[in-house]
């Protein structure tokens, strides 16, 4: 087995695995060569957790994304016509892109792509940032073989940010916030070269042409990121961040505010669906300085869904519900703490988190995140198989109800103290032989 191979194998989790599998699976079936790329290679390699899968294929991706919905295996949400690649989520709420390689030419600055169908190290090269364009082989004859054109693990290694292309800023200028997302996530600096072609590009104007919905979209991925104020921070330093809102300046900007959301997404579980959740807290506390009317101004610039909007708007008064119910006086068990909050929204649980000022809430969902989770992680299989009725049905998640609640209501039994014996001095003989 390759040590990629390996390494890629240690890094998945369990759900992450069997879908790497299934991917193989159904390329081999249509079949078309099978490459695992962007972020999921680079966060493979510099050691942190890989969120998302993406694959690309050289050949007809779409149809890879078909099969392996029509089997049952996962659910398309959405499909680019233009670049060929389709969003997929499966079960575990594994999220991966499957795309085709291809290259793509710009006819002016944030202008739609003409894209054609191109070999995988033409694909490479067309990428955005170095540490971006490596790709691993998940084919037969090739399995584990490292793909790095563009020398994107020297620059790992050295800890640089370094764009594939000088004229990549103004094909793409929404670039440029990535760049500043993956700086801070990835704690790199920003090579010199390419400081200078962002310089370049940041006199020829290109920001403005940055379209309202790809800003939209680069907001969501910044609220799944871990350090979302110091990516915010070092936007608003490179005088970027009235692209969002001309209102984000000065003041108004609640660095503070999205530092103090950060403790509460740390506290919570890091896959899907809590990232997704997210968004509403974020874009609450993005907001959370401005006028009424400025808010509804930079959701309608970045075109936000309506659902999107009314989930922020609306957080308030749905977490009032949850607030009460865990503040309660009347709760005397740990299984009542769980229960409330493995009921409540996700995106209440981290309002909550963010926004309450009820001691017992706090201490309550800290409780819930340090203590009972974690203890009902170190359930055996065996135990969970002890559980009567059939899993997906009513009987079975009532018995399984009271399972976790036993679990997390019983008290270790304490400890007998041990009988105290007098001390014995040492006798005339003990002296002696002393």
């Known amino acids: 087995m390759s040590d990629y191979i390996y390494m890629l194998e240690s890094h998945l989790s369990p759900d992450q695995n069997r879908v790497a599998a299934e991917v193989q699976a159904a390329s081999g079936r249509v079949p078309v060569n099978l490459f695992l790329t962007g972020g999921a290679m680079r966060d493979m390699l510099a050691g942190f957790q890989i969120r998302d899968l993406d694959f690309v294929v050289e050949g007809n991706a779409l149809k890879v994304a078909k099969a392996i919905a029509e089997t049952g295996g996962a659910r398309i949400v959405s499909v680019d016509e233009n670049r060929k690649c389709a ?36 694909d490479l090269r067309g990428r955005d940032f170095t540490c971006n364009a490596i790709a691993l082989s998940l084919n037969k004859t090739s399995r584990g073989l490292l793909l790095d054109p563009m ?48 310089a370049n590009a940041r006199e020829a104007g290109v920001e403005s042409s ?6 939209g979209e680069e907001l969501r991925r910044l609220a799944a990121e871990d350090s979302p104020a110091a990516i915010l921070a070092a936007i608003e330093e490179a005088g970027l961040l009235t692209l969002f809102s001309p209102a ?5 900007v609640n660095l503070s505010g999205l530092a103090k959301l950060e403790k509460a997404f740390r506290m919570v579980p890091g896959e899907e669906p809590w990232r997704t959740a997210r968004f509403g807290p974020f874009l609450y506390a993005l907001t959370e300085k401005l006028a009424p009317k400025e808010a509804q101004a930079l959701a309608k610039a970045v075109e936000l869904s309506a659902a999107e909007v009314e989930q922020a708007r609306t957080l308030e008064a749905r977490s009032k519900n949850v607030e009460k119910a865990l503040g309660s006086a009347r709760i005397r068990k740990d299984s009542q703490t769980y229960h409330l909050a493995a009921a409540a929204e996700p995106d209440a649980i981290l309002f909550l988190l963010y926004h309450s000022g009820l001691k ?38 009532k018995a399984r109800e009271a399972f976790i609640s036993n679990r997390l209501d019983e008290r270790p039994p304490i400890p007998a103290s041990p009988e105290t014996e007098p001390e014995e001095g040492p006798g005339p003989e003990s002296a002696e032989e002393q």
């Open 248 to 252: 984000l300046t000065g003041p108004k």
């Open 210 to 215: 940055i379209a309202g919905r790809t800003r």
């Open 151 to 198: 020398n994107g693990l020297a620059d790992m290694e050295r800890r640089e940010l370094r764009a594939v292309s000088p004229y990549g800023f103004y094909d793409d200028p929404s670039r440029l916030l990535r760049m500043f997302r993956l700086q801070v996530r990835l704690g790199f600096a920003i090579e010199e070269r390419t400081r200078m072609q962002v």
């Open 87 to 122: 969003d997929l989520v499966f079960p575990g709420n594994v999220t991966a892109q499957i795309a085709m390689s291809r290259t793509e030419k710009y006819a002016r600055a944030g202008a739609k792509p003409q894209v054609s169908p191109a070999t995988i190290q033409e």
């Open 360 to 397: 017992p809430v706090q201490e309550r969902l800290r409780d819930h995140f340090q203590k009972y989770l974690p203890a009902l992680r170190e359930i055996t299989p065996e135990e969970w198989a002890s559980v009567e009725g059939q899993p997906g049905t009513a009987r079975y998640a």
